[in-house]
Structure formats: structure tokens, C-alpha cells
């Protein structure tokens, strides 16, 4: 069927919200299970079109493509996407000859028919919901963002460096890998090496943001305008935020900021930043650049030798989780890929006060992830495949998951209210609650870096 107006169209896509995919589905894909899934489902027994794989936006009398994605309610009641959205394939060959307006992403992913369900693991994937339908254009301070990330990546290709692309270069616009595995991979024009095939897609924080706006209503707030985005970047802008605050102490911060020192609350240092950018009393993660482009802080605090006084901890891990997850979709995997780093660094001055050094915006290299990471990864599914030993020492009980001594980057330990906060393995035993760790020796180099 043909829609001439984008009123039309909107009528026929709300049609579907309340509806289950069983109720939608007239040609059985689900019953065959047949690759494709929702969006198939929706394009062909919704919307009446062929399934095709064009180059022009699915409803390209309107130049609107239709992009059917999930969400999950997450146990504090905030909702999030489930995955980043996907959009189309990478040319390498041919995107290096484009600019961002002829650009295969912008001329297919302009506008965009958000059509959302609710993901939900005791339910049949037949019976998931349609729950809202949105059409969406970028806001204006997103695309200028969107638009530096995708020439981030095509110039990177034109470098002949296609094989290095990763996610965490960029903010909101991603080059995602797509294929069945690691051997799909395709020519680009100025190396023999050939590349992983990747994708451009919007990033799983990007769409959480989006979802946030339209189902829960909630509403971000810039701390730069679009002209600071037009002339600088974010990791800039940041810089420039914080520069006139080096050499103070937390206590002379809080006094410039005109905001009450307490250097023992957790939010002490979250309010500081906010106040610091100029959103005083926003938290973070209401922070339209932090929450799209998924910055996360994380406060530094060096010793006189500059090496943290403590390791980094991350979430706890889900041992159950873990020995069933595959490489590419774990958790720890994603996270690095997925999440930028903004270390806050205070140095001890002799008077034990924390002085402000300054900041750094760090993604993992990829070349870590895959390796380092991977291995560590590894290394905990065979412990606890094999049964995680337990021994007693002077100190306590110690197990066999990967130490600071194992790869120099990663190791495990404790993350718990206390010794009796404990979390149960595959095997039946039961251990103190474990988290992911970055070693402080490897936060150090990071600084130096």
C-alpha cells in the first residue's frame, strides 16, 4: 500500500499499539521462525509491503524508514532500550566518495517510524506488545553530533583503517559489526586488509534517551549550546568546563560553586559536576550528553605516586549469566564497547586535602577488549564451569577467579554490602558477591596516556 501523507501513515502504524505480534503476524513468520523477525512481521502484514533490502527508506515517498525496537523495564523502574538499533549495511567502497547529505546513512535514516515494544522474558515472543509508535527526527543538537560521528567514521575508512573502526570513537552515531560472525567481512578502498562488515547504528544509551522522551516523558538538559557543539566536541567542551577548577581542593571547589562542601556523601561529587557544567542540581544522568552518548563518570583519587588509591569496580557479575552468554553479546564485552569513561582525578596534597588535576574522556581500545577482555571473560567461564575453588588464608577465603596478577587489566573480587552478601553459582555453591575490576596500575597508565 502506498502512504502519501505522514498523517497517514501515522494513522495506520497507531493501529497496531496493543497489539500483540501473534495478532499482527498473517503469514505465520513466527510459527516458522524465519529470520527477520518483528520488523518483518510489521512491514508485511501491518504496513502490506514487500520485504526488501533497497537502499531508499522503506516508505521512500516520504523518506521514512520503519525500525521496529524493543525495551526493557529495568529493576528500579527506569526503562532502557534492550540493544542499539541497527540501520543499514556499510559500503566501504562506496561511502568514502559521499558526503554526510549523500551519505547512505542520512539518505536512508533521516526520519525514522519508531515503533516500540516492551521486551519481557516470561512472555512468548509472539505475545510482546506493540506499545507506542513515534516518528522521529534528529533534534538539531544531536545531529551535529551524528554528523561528526559519521565523518569520524568515513574518515577513517578513507585512512585505510576500515579493520580498527569501533564503537566507542564515536557518541551517538555507531559502526556496529554485522554479519553471522567474525569471517564476514568485506573490501575497503585504501587497504589490503579486509574489514570486518559493519553497520551504522544508533547506540543502545542514544535509544534509551529516546525512549526515556517518549514513554516516560522524562526530559534531558543540555549543559552545551548548539553552537559549542558546532565548533568543538564533547570531550572539548568538557575540558573547557572543568579547566578553570585545576589546582582547587574539593573544599574550594564547592565554595567557587557556591554549593555546601561534604566530601563524605556520594552525591557530593555528582553535584559537583552538575553545578561545574552549569546544570546545577541536574543529575548526570539526566544530562542529554552524558545520557545519549552513555558517559559515565568514575572519580579518580591519586596517591602522591599517582596510582589510584583503589582499584575501579564496576557491576557485580551474574555468574549464571555468564557461562550462557556468547562473547559478542556479554555483557562485559558490550560495556566497554558501548560506554565512555570520564575519569575525575584528585591527588592527595600533603595535607592529605584532594586537589583537582583535571579530567579524561577514555573509551577501551578495541584491541584490548578483544584480547585482554576476552580472555579474562574466558578465564572466569572456565573457573566457574570447572567449580570455583575455595581456600582458607590468614586473610580469609580466597578463590581462583582471575587476580590483579592475571592480564595486567581486569580481575574479580568482592562488591557486597558485606561478607554475607552472597550470590549463588551454576554449581549450587555459593560466594561472596563478585564484581568486575579495573586494575589501579592500569587506570594509572590510562592517566599518563
Known amino acids: 500500500m502506498l502512504y502519501t501523507t505522514e498523517a497517514e501513515l501515522m494513522k495506520k502504524a497507531r493501529e497496531a499499539i496493543g497489539k500483540t505480534f501473534n495478532e499482527i503476524d498473517q503469514h505465520n513468520r513466527l510459527g516458522k521462525g524465519q529470520k527477520g523477525g518483528f520488523g518483518h512481521i510489521i512491514e508485511e502484514s501491518h504496513f502490506g509491503y514487500e520485504i526488501n533490502s533497497n537502499a531508499e527508506p522503506d516508505f521512500k515517498e516520504l523518506g521514512i524508514e520503519l525500525k521496529v525496537t524493543a525495551f526493557k523495564r529495568n529493576k ?3 526503562l532502557s532500550a534492550k540493544e542499539r538499533l541497527v540501520l543499514n549495511i556499510i559500503n566501504y567502497m562506496e561511502e568514502v566518495h559521499e558526503n554526510f547529505e549523500t551519505s547512505s546513512f542520512w539518505k536512508k535514516n533521516q526520519k525514522l517510524l519508531l515503533m516500540f515494544y516492551e521486551w519481557q522474558t516470561e512472555l512468548a515472543r509472539g505475545d510482546f506488545q506493540i506499545i507506542e509508535t513515534v516518528l ?6 544531536d545531529l551535529i553530533i551524528i554528523k561528526k560521528d559519521w565523518e569520524h567514521i568515513v574518515s577513517k575508512i578513507r585512512a585505510g583503517e576500515a579493520h580498527l573502526l569501533s564503537e566507542g570513537d564515536t557518541q551517538y552515531l555507531g559502526a556496529c559489526t554485522k554479519g553471522a560472525n567474525k569471517s564476514t567481512v568485506r573490501q575497503q578502498p585504501y587497504s589490503n586488509v579486509l574489514a570486518p562488515q559493519r553497520a551504522y547504528s544508533l547506540k543502545q544509551s542514544y535509544m534509551s534517551s529516546i525512549m526515556r522522551e517518549y514513554l516516560t516523558k522524562e526530559k534531558l538538559t543540555y549543559f552545551a549550546t548548539k553552537q559549542e557543539l558546532s565548533e568543538k566536541t564533547i570531550e572539548e567542551l568538557l575540558h573547557k568546563r572543568f579547566a578553570p577548577y585545576i589546582h582547587l581542593t574539593q573544599e574550594e571547589m564547592a565554595a567557587r560553586l557556591n554549593m555546601p562542601f561534604d566530601s563524605k556523601n556520594k552525591a557530593f561529587i555528582p553535584k559537583l559536576i552538575s553545578a561545574l557544567l552549569g546544570v546545577k542540581g541536574t543529575k548526570l544522568n539526566q544530562i542529554a550528553e552524558f545520557a545519549k552518548a552513555n558517559i559515565q563518570f568514575k572519580t579518580v583519587r591519586l596517591k602522591k605516586n599517582d596510582i589510584p588509591k583503589e582499584h575501579m569496580s564496576f557491576v557485580n557479575i551474574n555468574f549464571k549469566e555468564i557461562v550462557k552468554e556468547r562473547w559478542e553479546e556479554s555483557y562485559i564485552r558490550n560495556y566497554f564497547l558501548e560506554t565512555q569513561l570520564l575519569f575525575v582525578i584528585f591527588k592527595f596534597n ?6 583537582f588535576k583535571g579530567i579524561k574522556l577514555w573509551h577501551m581500545p578495541m584491541e584490548t577488549i578483544e584480547h585482554e577482555v576476552w580472555r579474562y571473560w574466558m578465564e572466569i567461564r572456565q573457573v566457574v564451569n ?3 575453588q575455595f581456600t582458607q588464608t590468614k ?3 580466597k578463590n581462583n577467579l582471575p587476580d590483579t596478577k592475571f592480564n595486567g587489566v581486569l580481575h574479580v573480587r568482592p562488591k557486597g554490602r558485606n561478607a554475607s552478601d552472597k550470590t549463588e553459582l551454576p554449581s549450587g555453591q555459593w560466594i561472596t ?7 589501579a596500575e592500569y587506570v594509572a597508565e590510562i592517566l599518563k596516556k
Open 395 to 397: 586473610r580469609g577465603i
Open 386 to 388: 570447572d567449580g570455583v
Open 350 to 355: 600533603k595535607n592529605n586535602e584532594l586537589v
Open 433 to 439: 558477591k563478585q564484581s568486575y575490576w579495573l586494575n
Open 136 to 141: 522521529y527526527e534528529y533534534p538539531e543538537e
Open 76 to 78: 528500579n523502574g527506569t
